[in-house]
């Protein structure tokens, strides 16, 4: 794969911020190069998995299992990219914030439990790290 055909990918990308359609352009032109075995995004997929299943099972409501194995995917990849991370550190990270999560909602009902797909979608796992501001008082 050609270095300034990444880059081209990659900046298109951090435009229009479309990862999906980055991630399936690098794919093209990695099959491209390859012409057989994994995909690029097969092996990722591979690479990935044990990771995915630990963080699913760490979440407190495990509901809709294709849906947010492919969320966690995207946001551990989007995670290593952006915060240029290794696949273990993205991983690990978003493990942890969903071990927090799910010790915050332990015994409380689930039904008010995002869906999982939803929660890592949005990247609320970086909610967690943000500490409140204090409020202003506003009766005396």
Do not use: C
Request: a negative charge; zero cysteines; proline letters at 5%.
């Amino acid at each position: 794969m050609k270095r300034d055909e990444l880059i081209k990918i990659l900046d298109t990308f951090q435009r229009e911020g479309d990862f999906d359609t980055a991630v399936k352009q690098i794919e093209e032109l990695y099959l491209e190069r390859k012409g057989r075995g994994l995909s690029f995004m097969e092996a990722f997929k591979k690479e990935v998995q044990p990771f995915v299943e630990d963080i699913y099972n760490a979440y407190p409501r495990r509901e809709a299992r294709p849906k947010a194995y492919d969320a966690i995917r995207k946001a551990i990849a989007k995670r290593m990219h952006e915060e240029d991370q290794t696949l273990i550190q993205a991983a690990e990270y978003i493990l942890l914030q969903t071990e927090k999560y799910a010790e915050i909602r332990k015994g409380q009902d689930k039904k008010f439990t995002p869906m999982p797909a939803t929660w890592y979608n949005q990247e609320r796992f970086n909610d967690l790290d943000s500490d409140p501001q204090p409020q202003e008082q506003l009766f005396t």
